[in-house]
Nanobody, 125 residues
Framework: ERQLAESGGGSVQSGGSLRLSCKAS????????IGWFRQAPGMECDLVSS???????RYADFAKGRFTISQDNAKTTVYLQMNSLRPEDTAMYYC???????????????????WGQGTQVTVDS
């Protein structure tokens, strides 16, 4: 069974950092395109960052310059390093995997077949 599991969330002060991890079981992340999404209560599920099988990365405007997506060499874990966190970054963060979609659709949550259970990030002002 293909599963994703996020970890690394928590509560931090504004300006702090967190590193989220997304670990796969039952499949190799290197065969999939991975996205980090976030959703705050009552809000849409938004793409934060994505990484393709070829290692190409993309970031939402709010994440550029602050967040970094990466993958370990064994292609078992994808990370999201988040620096300079702001209260508006407070949300549940999810990782998701898709076998292959056009780059223009990487931001669409509906295109991802596999999802983790999420990890909560809370940034206090």
């Amino acid at each position: 069974e293909r599963q994703l599991a996020e970890s690394g969330g928590g509560s931090v002060q504004s300006g702090g950092s967190l590193r989220l991890s997304c670990k796969a079981s039952g499949f190799n992340l290197g065969d999939f395109q991975i996205g980090w999404f976030r959703q705050a209560p009552g809000m849409e599920c938004d793409l934060v960052s994505s990484i393709t099988r070829e290692g190409e990365t993309r970031y939402a405007d709010f994440a550029k310059g602050r967040f970094t997506i990466s993958q370990d060499n064994a292609k078992t874990t994808v990370y999201l390093q988040m620096n300079s966190l702001r209260p508006e970054d407070t949300a549940m963060y999810y990782c998701a995997a898709t076998a292959g979609i056009a780059p223009k659709n990487l931001f669409k949550a509906s295109e991802y077949a596999y999802w983790g259970q999420g990890t909560q990030v809370t940034v206090d002002s």
